[in-house]
């Protein structure tokens, strides 16, 4: 059986948190980049595992921006009332599937020195891209709000 490790991270306000439970520990996890222009404006990497769980939190839905763009699959969540994004998710086949954003992730060091280049996703078709996102984001996801 596999052991998991609880790994905790939100927005800076607070409005959303969550604890993402992974086989690997913080220090393992993978982290990649993307080259599309909403990622490398906001300076996002990204981490997550197939076979994690991801528990989410929201304080105040009303403070809850969605942000599709390029293909419009997939969704950044972000809080408008500190302007940080802690994950994008996809719903795909009536699932929900999500990719943290690393550096929303509490005490995580990341040297953004060492991130591999992006994968040029622009090349990829909608249909590789949820393929992809099947594979590696985290396919267990619970969203929960209180007001």
């Known amino acids: 059986m596999t052991a998991f490790h609880e790994i905790a991270g939100g927005c800076h306000c607070g409005n959303i948190t969550y604890k993402f439970f992974s086989p690997l520990p913080k220090s393992e996890l993978p982290l990649r980049s993307c080259d599309c222009s909403f990622c490398t404006k906001q300076g996002a990497c990204y981490t997550s595992h197939p076979k994690g769980r991801l528990l989410i939190q929201i304080k105040d839905q009303a403070q809850i921006k969605h942000y599709r763009f390029g293909t419009e699959t997939a969704e950044a969540i972000l809080c408008a009332s500190c302007g940080c994004f ?5 719903e795909l086949d009536g699932q929900t599937f999500a990719v943290l954003n ?16 992006a994968l040029h996703l622009v090349d990829f078709s909608v249909a ?7 594979n590696f984001w985290i396919g267990q996801v619970e969203i929960e709000t209180f007001l």
């Open 86 to 90: 802690p994950f994008i998710t996809a």
């Open 128 to 134: 590789e891209r949820i393929r992809r996102w099947k």
């Open 102 to 117: 690393a550096n929303s992730i509490d005490d995580l060091q990341i040297d953004h020195a060492v991130i591999p280049p």
